[in-house]
């Protein structure tokens, strides 16, 4: 069965540090996809990355960071000297190759305070 | 602009009411997602749809409905029967299902009292 786990409900850092969202998952496919996904205060989800389980690298996109690890089943993400519009919910997904819905993790709320 | 919008932002219904509320995309995406989300939790997968005329209960279907009669509209009803249906409803569309993300329109905050 899947699963995906996101064990920090909240976090609350100072503008400019550095911050790591946890994503665990579970998936007894070989092939699957991940996802980020951010909530701001307005509600609508917005897309921030997609992984497949063939590409383990590493990818960068601006303050943006995402570590993927294959052998821990994470893919966590990494906000760079954060600013107070990284706060948001942000949401760690997951989807089975052939599989028909996306599974969830419950979200962490991301607090940066000026 | 290509995008999904939801209709209305907020809305409001006396209990025993059923109610409609509205999605539409133009990305020409041939799948669609009704959530249900709750303060302080992640989404729940209320129904889907991966083709026109054809839609899939999804975890918490019971109370709800839904129609796919035209690719770029999935309208979801709150009926009686869904027993506690106050929450924030969020509408998705993707390419197609599993593998694609999936884009969201900007939600209806129901409430019912």
């Known amino acids: 069965a899947q699963k995906v786990t996101q064990a920090q409900t909240e976090i609350s850092v100072v503008e400019k540090e550095d911050v790591t969202l946890d994503c665990v998952y579970e998936t007894r496919d070989t092939t699957y996809y991940l996802f980020w996904y951010k909530q701001p205060p307005s509600g609508e989800l917005v897309f921030l990355i997609r992984r497949n389980s063939f590409d383990e690298q590493n990818e960068i996109s601006g303050r943006y960071s995402w570590n993927f690890q294959k052998s821990t089943s994470s893919f966590n993400f990494t906000i760079t000297a954060s600013q107070v519009v990284d706060s948001a919910v942000y949401f760690c997904?997951?989807?089975?190759?052939?599989?028909?819905?996306?599974?969830f993790g419950a979200g962490t709320r991301l607090f940066v305070k000026a | 602009d290509g995008g999904i919008t939801q209709s209305p932002k907020y809305l409001f219904r006396k209990e025993g009411q059923n109610v409609t509320l509205s999605c539409e995309q133009n990305l020409n995406h041939d799948a669609m997602y009704w959530y249900r989300q709750d303060p302080g939790q992640g989404l729940r997968l209320i129904y889907y749809s991966h083709i026109v005329n054809d839609f899939q209960k999804g975890d918490i279907a019971e109370g709800y409905s839904v129609s796919r009669e035209k690719k770029e509209s999935f309208p979801l009803t709150v009926t009686s029967a869904q027993k506690n249906p106050t929450a924030f409803y969020l509408c998705?569309?993707?390419?197609?299902?599993?593998?694609?993300?999936?884009?969201f329109g900007p939600g209806t905050r129901l409430t019912v009292t």
């Open positions: 998705a569309s993707s390419k197609k299902v599993d593998s694609y993300e999936q884009y």
């Open positions: 997904a997951l989807s089975e190759a052939g599989g028909f819905k996306t599974i």
